[in-house]
């Protein structure tokens, strides 16, 4: 396959998370002849050094790759900024990216469905992300990849086309949401997309996912996503910035290539409605929610230190 796409990976203070994730990566077929540019933010606080410059020195002894380019920040950017300037800079330089955090195990065949997605649908408009996570879902019968609305942000991938509709301006993004669209946005209600653009415009997230699904959706843009994931987030044990211990998004890594894309542009109504189901069944009842509501605070304020 020719022409791959640049790999950004978004590194700060976990080093053994850092240390898996690109252990995965290296196991991919095509790691050896793609272009990998390592983005380390720079520290919040001085507590914060010590495991920012272990994850530096981790990258630096990285190999299976083509090349491999770190940029070292000194200030801290955060994750929101941090991603956006450097999404923007391989997009302008190379057309097209994958994107990874630090939490995010692959499979053997991950990189091969993005360069595959990124080459087949270069040119379609309406298709603006590549996803390559996807939830436990009850229906089996899926077809290997479908088109959805929302994009997921464990592991994806964009075009200089596409993100170029990316608005960063979180008021810009309201003022075109009306009543139905927050609906059709939210999932019909069955997932807090919503309430995460309130919470960002009220400085309670910081999330560049959720502007970017809202720049998709007020496109009338489409995802690709595989029925089977193809990464898992290995962030949600407490150490990530915005995750809680969760058990509810756990897979298993697909260990097969994906070899069916749709031919049809437009979303599959069965996927929407798995998807659907799952998210409304995540919640579970009353009580089962309030369990798990107790388990993240035990979690978040009584673990031994």
């Not at 690109?22 to 790691?31: H, M």
């Not at 087949?120 to 077809?143: D, F, Q, S, T």
């Not at 996912?209 to 949600?236: C, D, E």
């Not at 044990?237 to 298993?252: A, I, L, P, R």
């Amino acid at each position: 396959m020719q022409n791959l796409a640049p790999i950004a990976l978004f590194v700060y203070n976990r080093p053994e998370h850092t240390r898996r994730t690109l252990s995965y990566l290296q196991k991919n077929l095509l790691a050896d002849e793609s272009r990998l540019f390592v983005f380390s933010d720079g520290p919040k606080s001085e507590a914060d050094k010590i495991k920012v410059e272990q994850v530096r020195q981790l990258v630096k002894e990285a190999s299976g790759f083509k090349s491999v380019k770190i940029e070292e920040r000194k200030e801290n950017l955060g994750l929101a900024n941090s991603i956006i300037a450097g999404v923007t800079k391989l997009v302008n330089e190379y057309d097209k990216v994958i994107v990874f955090e630090d939490d995010l195990l692959s499979s053997p065949y991950t990189l091969q469905y993005f360069n595959e997605s990124l080459n087949r649908y270069a040119n379609e408009e309406k298709v603006m992300h590549v996803g390559a996570y996807m939830y436990n879902l009850p229906n089996k019968k899926l077809p290997q990849t479908f088109f959805y609305r929302a994009a997921t942000s464990w592991g994806w991938a964009t075009w200089a086309r596409a993100w170029k509709d990316f608005e960063p301006d979180v008021d810009k993004l309201i003022n075109r949401f009306d009543k139905q669209k927050i609906h059709q946005f939210s999932i019909e209600g069955n997932m807090n997309f919503w309430k995460q653009i309130e919470q960002f415009k009220a400085g309670k997230n910081n999330s560049w996912a959720i502007r970017w699904y809202a720049s998709i959706f007020l496109k009338s843009g489409l995802t690709l996503n595989p029925s089977r994931s193809l990464v898992h987030n290995i962030g949600h044990d407490g150490s990530g910035v915005h995750s809680n211990n969760e058990k509810t998004y756990q897979v298993q890594i697909a260990r097969k290539p994906v070899t069916e894309f749709p031919a049809e542009i437009k979303e599959s109504l069965p996927a929407y409605m798995a998807i659907k189901q799952f998210l409304g069944r995540r919640k579970g009842n009353f009580l089962q929610r309030g369990i798990r509501f107790m388990k993240q605070l035990q979690a978040k304020y009584f673990v031994k230190k």
